[in-house]
């Protein structure tokens, strides 16, 4: 789904149409209805592995795995293409993402008795090596590690670290020390 402003709406279909031309696949200009309809779409894929996980009866906090994750403006695999080592460990996985600024939103529900925690970290190390980002949109909450320039920025609004200590896996310390 791409949104633009009505202005738009011309010269993005005069780009899409040449595009298909010459290129597999098609598009269609939505009405205001299917507009609205398209975009609630979103909440039902962001939503699918939660309520998998709860009709089987799974623990999500044991068996479902979330990432929120910046791929590179370059990149051409939008898609986490997983080792088959992790791969492998995967029942179901569920991919959603915003199409021009390369966010995608990937959750794995993992087969019964994976480390659920180890996987991530995997998962991690193979995301690093691409030069993706994480977490993309929501900041780092105290699950991810920040960034160099996230911890100095940081330190410098919040010095004697009495705001949120610990946010991205820094120190809980007065002061921000070791």
């Not at 598009?27 to 609630?40: H, S, T």
């Not at 795995?65 to 080592?85: G, K, M, Q, T």
């Not at 991530?120 to 920040?146: D, S, T």
Request: overall charge negative.
């Amino acid at each position: 789904m791409i949104k633009v402003e009505a202005p738009q709406t011309a010269e993005l279909e005069s780009l899409l149409t040449r595009f298909f031309n010459e290129n597999r696949g098609d598009f269609f200009l939505c009405n205001d209805r299917e507009a609205r309809d398209a975009f609630l779409v979103r909440f039902g894929v962001g939503g699918c592995t939660i309520s998998y996980c709860d009709y089987l009866g799974y623990d999500p906090d044991q068996r479902l795995v979330a990432f929120d994750v910046a791929l590179r403006r370059n990149d051409e695999a939008w898609r986490i293409a997983l080792p088959s080592h992790l791969a492998e460990q995967v029942q179901v996985d569920s991919c959603c993402g915003h199409f021009f600024c390369y966010v995608n939103h990937q959750d794995y529900v993992l087969k019964p008795g994976v480390d659920a925690k180890a996987f991530k970290q995997a998962v991690i190390a193979v995301l690093e090596q691409r030069g993706a980002k994480y977490p993309a949109e929501h900041n780092v909450g105290h699950l991810y590690h920040a960034s160099d320039e996230h911890a100095a920025h940081w330190q410098t609004l919040d010095p004697t670290n009495s705001f949120n200590p610990g946010i991205g896996k820094t120190s809980k310390k007065k002061f921000w020390l070791s």
